[in-house]
């Protein structure tokens, strides 16, 4: 134990004259934890929309003025006429068009129904599908007001009629940052406690101070837990001024217990180390640990459940998925954090945790002892 000791305050003292690091370490995850969920968000605002009003009736302004008054939209003025309205999209100053037919009021009363048309600019799919629902939900209300307002219903309504009441759990107002910071925080605190700490090891393999380790009379596992524990205490701190942030910036605060997030994150950070003793073994020099860590990143943040829900990918997809253990400790931060979820509802995953520390650390170090040989 006092070799180890050795080694970690040789790490903790490393750390602290390289001021770069601490900057990398802390103040640049801080930093993300702020911006990153602000831009980050399933929510679209500001679609540009353009309308054709061939009909040019009380009815069809009174469509207009309501799709004018939705925070989703912004009515940018077009001639009535189907080339300007193309020239918009072709110049990408529309992306939605919607077109009013030609006495639509008039079958509106005649014929009980009318029709109109609205074109969507896909080169955004999520823009497009998301700008066509949320105008498509709006002509419902409105269509819903014009039956209310011309047809005179009797006292007792003979038609049957289902009303949907709709409640939101957990995250009532849909607040994004509530979904989206604990997941950030999880990617960051990976980055911190795994690809660092192959950055670090691969310092050593550069200077040539690892060779002299190899020689002495250190064993091997001491020396690894010696490099590892400073980035796993760093790692639990990364977690603390996380949950912090988002006290302070967003008014955050786990529903769940503290002591859930602390258990997991500490289980969790063994295989993250994992992660990056793997990878310190795999390469030479900190460029190549740079390149492989840019990979391994686009695999995290690609394929956890970041921005994409694991549920709706393919299932090639899903079962690739199965194999990042970023997955898990997402899932785990945002129920403990949004539902309040105990270590009995989360043994799944925490049994996948303690599995992945197990199988990365045994083979980074059978590894590791196969290329010091």
Known sequence: MRKIGVIVRKEFAQIFRQPAILRMMIIMPIMQLILLPLAANYEVKNINLQVIDY??????????????ASPYFKLIPVAPHPLAALQHIEQNTADLTLT??????????????????????????????????????????YNREVREKIIQLPRFNE???????????????????????????????????????????????????????????????????????????????????????AFLVYGIVPIGSLLTIY????????????????????????????????FIIMFFVLMGGLYTPVESMPDWAQTLASFNPVSYFIQVLRFIVIKGSGVT?????????????????????????????
Do not use: C
């Not at 799919?125 to 629902?133: C, N």
């Open 263 to 294: 258990i997991f994150s500490g289980v969790y950070l063994i295989g993250a180390l994992g992660v990056g003793l793997l990878l310190s073994t795999l390469v030479d020099n900190q460029l190549q640990a740079t390149l492989f860590s840019f």
């Open 100 to 141: 009013i037919p030609l006495n639509f009021e008039k079958e509106l009363f005649r014929e009980s129904e009318t029709v109109v048309k609205i074109e969507a600019d896909a080169v955004n799919g999520t823009k497009a599908s998301l700008g066509v629902a949320y105008a498509s939900q709006i002509i419902r209300d």
């Open 55 to 68: 009909d040019r009736s009380s009815y069809s302004s009174a469509l207009i003025h309501k799709l004018e």
């Open 159 to 245: 038609f049957p009629m289902v009303e949907v009441r709709s409640s939101f759990w957990y995250n009532p107002l849909i607040k994004y940052p509530l979904f989206m910071v604990p997941g950030i925080l999880a990617l960051l605190v990976t980055m911190i406690g795994g690809l660092m700490s192959a950055l670090n090891i691969v310092l050593e393999k550069e200077l040539g101070t690892m060779e002299q380790l190899n020689v002495s009379p250190m064993k091997r596992y001491e020396f690894l837990l010696g490099k590892l524990v400073p980035f796993w205490v760093l790692g639990m701190i990364s977690i603390t001024l996380g949950l912090l942030v």
């Open 345 to 373: 509802d989360l043994l799944p995953e925490l049994r996948a945790m303690i599995l992945f520390g197990v199988v990365l650390n045994t083979l980074a170090v059978l590894n590791y002892r196969k290329r010091s040989a």
